[in-house]
């Protein structure tokens, strides 16, 4: 359910809905359903953008797998990989490897896993991927402890396995304006306390600090009329500097709630391995929470898709004090047939060679950084992948597990 990819059989195939044209004969060729390729066929039921909300998918990589290796095609495949691993010199594999990869004891590795379920969220304004979770719902601690004991019983405690990512890529907000950074709370505040439960909180705290809203009403410039106005929820859009400085711990302790729940999950069922963080993107991260971060994880993570770490950017790091890695990065070209080179640009093969040193010797003169994972391992489908049309020239292999000598 989490993946929202699954395969098609029997009777489902007789309801098949053609809802594109236009995607539908965009290939060549394509296995009919009887034929031995067709297993690689699925259905991915929602999509995050692209032209259709759902559909059918094929897995070409998959196919080309099966082309090359055999009927054992993914056993083969595994054994491939990790060889390719060791001969490459590449000390672990990063966030979303295949649990098939576990326990064969070759490689170290990162576990990871998402929370998902139907408690209640909240908003930074700027929600990219989805809404953010409210931590302080006991439906989100219920489903944290549901994920990570997954992933217990995927890991079994494998010494292996380095560390654990929870989550990705949040929108926790922004640097740049009161409203982007502080839109967690913004959004909040706007909410009845009976609605949400991090609102819920949010108000406890206002009352503890000010006492009398007579007391909050001169610090922030308002005119409310009391607290019970509060509890219900205020639209606010001018901020005293007072004001900024509660968003600002209001901010901190929905994002302390958050990583608190998160790690004492993880270490209650895998205390002998670390807590990764929620891997930041760089334009959801805001100081407030990578603090709260630092906290809770045994390691904080970031996404960075730039050339390199430039040290004027990561100065915060002196100050949290804490190991940081870089969970994903990659660079690409146009010169394979793919069309679109991802975000980071190169010339040419050669040229994302010569990036890939040069973005990594940044991180090794960084004392802060452990280490930098690379997204990702295959290039994207020459048509986009399904669930957001991703069509990059970024992996170490081709769509044929042909690899990039340079």
Wanted: glycine fraction near 8%; include cysteine.
């Amino acid at each position: 359910d989490s993946k929202g990819l699954n395969g098609v059989k029997g009777e489902a195939l007789a309801t098949k809905y053609v809802s594109s044209e236009l995607r539908s004969n965009m290939f060549t060729w394509l296995p009919e359903y009887n034929e031995p390729l067709a297993k690689h066929y699925g259905y991915r039921r929602s999509v995050h953008s692209g032209p259709i909300k759902q559909g059918e998918t094929y897995s070409f990589y998959q196919a080309n797998l099966e082309r090359k290796y055999g009927e054992d095609f993914l056993n083969i495949w595994r054994e491939v990989t990790l060889n390719r691993m060791l001969d490459w010199g590449f000390t672990s594999f990063g966030n979303w490897i295949d649990p098939s990869f576990y326990h064969l004891n070759k490689v170290p590795y990162f576990a990871n896993g998402w929370i998902i379920g139907d408690f209640k969220e909240v908003s930074s304004g700027a929600d990219y991927w989805s809404p953010l979770p409210d931590p302080f719902d006991p439906k989100f601690v219920e489903r944290a402890q549901y994920t990570v004991s997954v992933i217990a019983d995927e890991v079994k405690n494998n010494p292996w396995c380095v560390g654990v990512f929870i989550d990705n890529e949040k929108s926790w907000g922004s640097d740049g304006s009161t409203e982007s950074q502080y839109g967690i709370v913004i959004n909040t505040l706007r909410r009845a306390d009976t609605d949400s439960p991090t609102k819920a909180v949010f108000t406890q705290k206002l009352k503890e600090k000010y006492k009398t809203i007579q007391s909050l009403n001169k610090s922030w410039a308002t005119n409310l009329s009391s607290w019970q106005e509060v509890e219900s929820g205020v639209d606010l859009s001018q901020f005293t500097d007072s004001q900024i400085a509660d968003y600002s711990m209001l901010l901190k302790t929905y994002a302390n709630e958050y990583f608190n729940v998160v790690k004492t999950a993880l270490k209650k069922v895998l205390p002998n391995h670390l807590y990764m963080g929620a891997r930041f993107a760089d334009w959801g991260m805001t100081p407030e929470v990578v603090e709260a971060a630092a906290m809770h994880a045994d390691v904080v993570s970031y996404n960075f898709y730039k050339e390199g770490l430039h040290p004027a950017h990561w100065t915060f790091l002196a100050e949290i004090d804490k190991p940081s890695i870089i969970g994903e990065f990659h660079i690409g070209a146009t010169d394979t047939g793919l069309l679109n080179p991802g975000l980071v640009h190169a010339e040419n093969q050669a040229g994302r060679a010569q990036m890939y040193q040069n973005y990594m010797q940044t991180v090794i003169e960084n004392p802060y950084f452990v280490g930098a994972h690379w997204f990702q391992y295959t290039d994207s489908p020459l048509t986009g992948r399904a669930y957001d049309g991703e069509n990059y020239n970024v992996g170490f292999v081709s769509v044929t597990d042909t690899p990039y000598p340079a």
